[in-house]
């Protein structure tokens, strides 16, 4: 069974840093294209950034451009997202999800209907 396990969120002051891990079992990171995503309470689930399955093609949501990185870790079977200069606005249940649909060359590399599986989320918080 895909098991899909993020942690690492917490509570953090603005302008400080946060790494999430999403640890991967039952399939091999370096087979699938790999996504971040956010949801606020009350908003829709929103685009942080991508991997492809190339392991050097990024994409980030313009929020969080030059402040956010994704990455993995092939031996760990594992995928991060480094979050730096947090900010308020940042506040949010993060998810990292899995696709091994083209769809993710074209726009929908941004829509979570795109992504098979999802783990269960971390909560980050941010605050002032």
């Known amino acids: 069974q895909v098991q899909l396990v993020e942690s690492g969120g917490g509570l953090v002051q603005a302008g400080g840093s946060l790494r999430l891990s999403c640890a991967v079992s039952e399939l091999r990171i370096v087979n699938y294209h790999w996504a971040w995503f956010r949801q606020a309470p009350g908003k829709e689930r929103e685009f942080v950034a991508a991997?492809?399955?190339?392991?050097?093609?990024?994409s980030y949501a313009d929020s969080v451009k030059g402040r956010f990185t994704v990455s993995r870790d092939s031996a760990r079977n594992t995928v991060y997202l480094q979050m730096n200069a947090l900010q308020v606005e940042d506040t949010s249940l993060y998810y990292c999800?899995?696709?091994?649909?083209?769809?993710?060359?074209?726009?929908?590399?941004?829509?979570?209907?795109?992504?098979?599986?999802w783990g269960q989320g971390t909560q980050v918080t941010v605050s002032s």
């Open positions: 999800a899995a696709t091994n649909s083209a769809g993710v060359f074209s726009t929908a590399r941004t829509a979570p209907s795109t992504y098979q599986y």
């Open positions: 991997l492809l399955r190339t392991g050097s093609v990024t």
